[in-house]
């Protein structure tokens, strides 16, 4: 075995042990240490800070870009935001042993269902050294170690986070190793990891859509993964107009680079006249490029002609494709074949069309007479989330602390066998 | 592309609009055809065994085992039992719609978390072909397209069966390739579906270790596994040892070769005295043999030495393995090391160590006072199930309607916008 397999195996194993002492820690205990931790960001603000000047210096040098470089950059305002952040977790109730389902049997056996956490987590994410606080606290709230791996960019920052993360954990009498970070900045460390079922419940990977790919076709254990979001909105004909136009705006521009964004349009074509050259102007002052099938550039004269690679795009910018539909059933079918299963919202006064909506359009969320924007934990009051899914599979759109947990059926009996 | 890939394809493509139509059918459409289906096996039953016959005939001439051969064969005993089963997923509720949770958030958004189907399911499995109709039931029950991949040794029975199904499908009005049987029996189309994950949203094998690990190793969707049970029952100090007998001989006994049987049993050091011997008798009685540690093996004369492979075996027969520990911690500690986290007991007066057992003992299910032999899908009231999981995510134990399912997020505002 190499050295670095070797320490990557040492790591798995540690998660391992410290997830076993985790999985039973007393809530109070658990929020002892977010609440230490949050103050620690404070009273070592310096420390940190200066772990993070040597990563910028070393980003400056290596030609990142300002947006990468932004990214990367910790302040004592973006430390307070993340202290805030951990004192929000440790106010959400704890999803370890929360009772999901209750029965006695017919022959008096009492079952009850209850949370329990997954195990160990391998996180992999990219420069903003404000996540390696956020996952911490989500994972060690649920009863989760987990492995660290950030990117090498962020690796000082990092470490010095870790530092007192850990440091936290030991004065509250947790396992230390709950919390690791991968020293290591070599790329062949994630695939020995992600190799390591026997220790890592779960891979978590948070970036690009390639970086996500490579974590799914590499890891023997199941990732929780989250793809693209090409989010739309489709104005239906019994739209309110001025609705629809605020609803498209907000989701849109408030901020386009995010994936529950809106990336297409859909209108109904007897409110297209009547709604696609006025929203079009507004879209424009805002700086937004549109892409439009045939009846939309009769409508806007501006808009570009649309590929199918616009209607399936997740632009993250300033951008947004247009498709006149006949009816609902063409904007479903227009989903189903470019969505990507995120975010999709109606505009309508009609109950049933936002039923057959609802139920027919199959997205993490499916929304109506509202904005895309808010498909999102804090906005569907579930706390912090480590990311929203676009798998069906255990965990679907925003994953807070309860879908970082599993649970067990615990059963009392007075003696029962089974006839 | 080949032929066989080009089949599969298309055979993953038809499943896959299939389960579109699927998603939003009528709970009452599904049980007519659950009813229908149960209906046409009485029916035509001599059909049913007429194919029957020629796998059998097929199996008697290719040499395969008696116990191959009785899971092989189909009875209108046996057909009956499965129109039973049939008639009793009808009778359960539909996953599909169910709300899972409600609120009104804030800013007068009202949201619900309802139940939907996962999509397109692959169930892989071995020769029985009543496996065929319970699979079927469940998933279209739930909301799912099913592909079905049997033992090639039981081809002309599930052809006859599928054949049903179908035409139950088409007179309900439901889509015919909702229920689909891969009819080449070349075991590279089980290579092609698992790669097919853009139409696949779940495998589900079902059979041996080696076909689960080899489906897991393929699939690049999520599996459902239901890998090895290794179940334990631990007799504490304070057991009644009288309980603890029955439960230890119902575990191990009742029906040996099934996952939830217990494989090992472990006795707290102050009753090893007491409880051994008599026990020992009771269950060499029953057949079966006792490979166990040295301390075992002075209480009971004829008990074999137990091996670090006896801990961790599931013997699937009447073969125990037993270990005196000193104490709890002891038998947590063995059954974290060899345990594989499916059933595992506690016999116990002692609330304090059902607590400490129930806690920290990471198993799908962990039972006090009762037999490991009821963790099941009827036995917990859950209805038929697919398989046992011994996965943590997405669903652990017993996997019934419920976990052939997701969830969305269905949104209602009135023109929110997010600020």
Redesign the interface.
């Known amino acids: 075995m190499s050295e670095l397999a070797a320490y990557c195996e040492d790591l798995a194993r540690r998660a391992r042990a410290a997830a076993?002492t985790l999985?039973?820690a007393a809530e109070t205990q658990k929020n002892q240490w977010l609440e230490k931790t949050a103050a620690a960001l404070d009273s070592h603000a310096d420390e940190i800070l200066r772990a993070n000047e040597r990563d910028l210096a070393a980003a400056w040098s290596s030609g990142l870009s300002s947006a990468q470089i932004d990214r990367l950059q910790l302040s004592t305002d973006r430390l307070q935001t993340a202290a805030t952040g951990l004192r929000e977790i440790a106010a959400l109730p704890d999803p370890v042993?929360r009772v999901l389902d209750s029965?006695v049997?017919p022959n008096g056996?009492r079952?009850r269902k209850v949370g329990?956490p997954?195990?160990v987590i391998f996180f992999i994410y990219e420069s903003r050294p404000n996540v390696t606080l956020d996952a911490a606290g989500l994972c060690v709230k649920s009863g989760n170690a987990i492995i660290l791996r950030g990117g090498s960019e962020a690796l000082q920052s990092n470490r010095a986070l870790v530092g007192i993360i850990q440091r936290g954990l030991g004065e509250v009498g947790l396992p230390t190793d709950a919390v690791q970070l991968v020293a290591d900045s070599d790329r062949a460390a994630v695939g020995h990891l992600l190799r390591m079922n026997q220790w890592i419940?779960?891979a978590i990977p948070r970036g690009g859509e390639d970086l996500i790919r490579r974590v799914a076709?590499e890891a023997?254990m199941?990732v929780l993964k989250h793809y693209k979001g090409n989010c739309h909105v489709y104005v239906d004909q019994s739209a309110?107009l001025k609705?629809a136009e605020?609803?498209v705006?907000?989701?849109k521009c408030?901020r386009p680079g995010v994936c529950n964004a809106a990336e297409s349009l859909l209108v109904h074509q007897t409110v297209a006249d009547s709604f696609l050259p006025a929203l079009a102007e507004a879209l424009r002052q805002r700086g937004v490029e549109l892409r439009g099938c045939e009846q939309t550039r009769r409508l806007v004269s501006d808009a570009k002609p649309a590929t199918d690679e616009d209607y399936a795009a997740e632009y993250l910018d300033l951008i947004m494709s247009v498709r006149v539909v006949a009816d609902l059933d063409e904007a479903i079918d227009h989903i189903?074949r470019y969505g990507s299963q995120h975010s999709d919202a109606i505009v309508t006064n009609d109950q049933a069309a936002?039923r057959r909506f609802?139920?027919?359009v199959?997205?993490?969320?499916?929304?109506?007479?509202?904005?895309t924007?808010?498909?999102d934990g804090y906005?569907?009051?579930l706390g912090a989330e480590i990311g929203i899914s676009t798998?069906?599979?255990?965990a679907?759109?925003p994953c807070g602390l309860q879908e970082l947990t599993?649970?067990?059926?615990?059963?009392?009996?007075?003696?029962?066998?089974?006839e």
Chains 1, 2 share one sequence.
């Not at 599993?406 to 089974?418: D, E, L, P, T």
């Open positions: 076993r999985a039973t042993g029965s049997r056996l079952l329990v997954l195990g419940d779960l076709e023997r199941p309110d609705m605020r609803i705006i907000n989701a408030q189903a936002a609802t139920a027919e199959d997205s993490s969320a499916v929304l109506v007479n509202t904005s924007r808010f498909n906005e569907f009051g798998d069906k599979f255990h679907r759109g599993s649970y067990k059926y615990i059963v009392y009996g007075n003696g029962q066998v089974r």
